[in-house]
């Protein structure tokens, strides 16, 4: 599979190079040039399979150029070894609501899931390769307890976390800041999560700087990390078993990652209706998807620091997908949010929006 930046579709990139860069050259999010979807014949004989063997099935398809089918394997296994629950996640059932725990990792964080994979990816990578890697990640919490814990003793990689100050729980802080791991920073910004963000993005933008560190990231614009999480989705459908009837899902989300991984595993074939995206008081996604309006404003201290963020990211591939795949007005809208912090959603890619997604602030 051959991947595209959001910003710039003239040039195509291999999963090595999109898995490596995080973040396009251009500034842009990498998307696939084209995407594989399910028939039905093909979901129903994914239906039995454990949470590690469909993993194999889903994740496949998008690595073929990085990693051999067999070598996948014995790493998604590794992966998933370290996780409480056999299956990784669990389904439960509450008050004729289905709800999937995703905490089962080492961390207790739904980011365990995709973290685990990519930091046997790095090692995989570097096995190979006479080369170092600095991992450079901004974090509200969670992302980076998780990384830390998937890069931790890692030869010939570092891991930098860049978190607000006196703005992450005292679990995150202390998951984060008392690893011992020579190969481990944490730095603690003056600021909010968007400013960690647009620190670790002005990194990457710096193509000297950049290159000459071989930077690389594992925020939630890392493809690697929207294609692991996808899996979850399609494993919880199989485990309610609609008799490929539609379901809806229900995402807390901040920064897009997790519910655009289920708008991708929609676009695979899996029988989504309506992904619900649910925000805190932080409610820039809620607003955009509701009424059109994505407009960044004062960032509000919550009991989820995870989701305090006004700027989404991985929104930009959704804006890129709303408007046709068109790089040269992404690449314009996203240098108006840029600018002015805002964007107008016009009416008809409002539709767009909403025929697959729907919206609730707390």
Known sequence: MRYVSTR????????????LKGLADDGGLFVPKSLFRFNEKELSSLKELNYQ????KIIQPFVTDFITENDLSQIIDKSYSVFRKKNVVDLIEIENKKILE???????????????????FYEYYLKNENSKINIIVATSGDTGAAAIEAIKGKKNINIFVLHPLDKVSSVQRKLMTTVKDKNVFNLAIKGNFDDCQNLVKSMFADKNFSNSIKMSGVNSINWARIIAQAVYYFYSYFLIDPNNQKVNFSVPTGNFGDVYAGYLAKKMGLPINKLIVATNQNDILHRAISKGSYEAQEVTETNSPSMDIQIASNFERLIYDINESNDLLTNNIMKSIKETGKYNIATKELEKINSNFLSSSV
């Open 8 to 19: 710039n579709n003239n040039q195509d990139y291999s999963f090595k190079e999109v898995f």
């Open 102 to 120: 995703l905490f089962h990792g080492p961390t207790l964080a739904f980011k365990d899931v995709a973290m685990q994979l990519l930091g046997n």
């Open 53 to 56: 063997d469909l993993a194999k």
